[in-house]
Nanobody, 122 residues
Framework: QVQLVESGGGLVQPGGSLRLSCTAS????????MGWFRQAPGKQRELVAR???????TYADSVKGRFTISRDNAKNTVYLQMNSLKPEDTAVYYC????????????????WGPGTQVTVSS
């Protein structure tokens, strides 16, 4: 099947930076969309940024100008560079991919990583 594995989370001071990575592996034919969502305690999961293959990245208003999403199609990997981090960026960050598998070429399926904790605190 398909697995998404995130890395790069941790504790950082306000104003600092972190870079998240997520690699998709398994029986992947093609990946249409890769993105990052986050969920803070007591809040709903929200979109942070996403990038469609060959398209322009999309960002939540709260992270525009501070976060940058990029992807390496050859590695089935998506990155999230987070700069000027704020305490309100504290959340579990989840990688998301919309893709086709070799077993189901006609279907776009949605996959999630297990999440990585990002804590912004002094």
């Amino acid at each position: 099947q398909v697995q998404l594995v995130e890395s790069g989370g941790g504790l950082v001071q306000p104003g600092g930076s972190l870079r998240l990575s997520c690699t998709a592996s398994g029986s992947i034919f093609s990946i249409s969309v890769m993105g990052w969502f986050r969920q803070a305690p007591g809040k709903q999961r929200e979109l942070v940024a996403r990038i469609i293959d060959g398209g322009t990245p999309t960002y939540a208003d709260s992270v525009k100008g501070r976060f940058t999403i990029s992807r390496d199609n050859a590695k089935n990997t998506v990155y999230l560079q987070m700069n000027s981090l704020k305490p309100e960026d504290t959340a579990v960050y989840y990688c998301n991919a919309v893709l086709r598998t070799h077993q189901s070429l006609g279907t776009l399926s949605n996959y999630w990583g297990p999440g990585t904790q990002v804590t912004v605190s002094s």
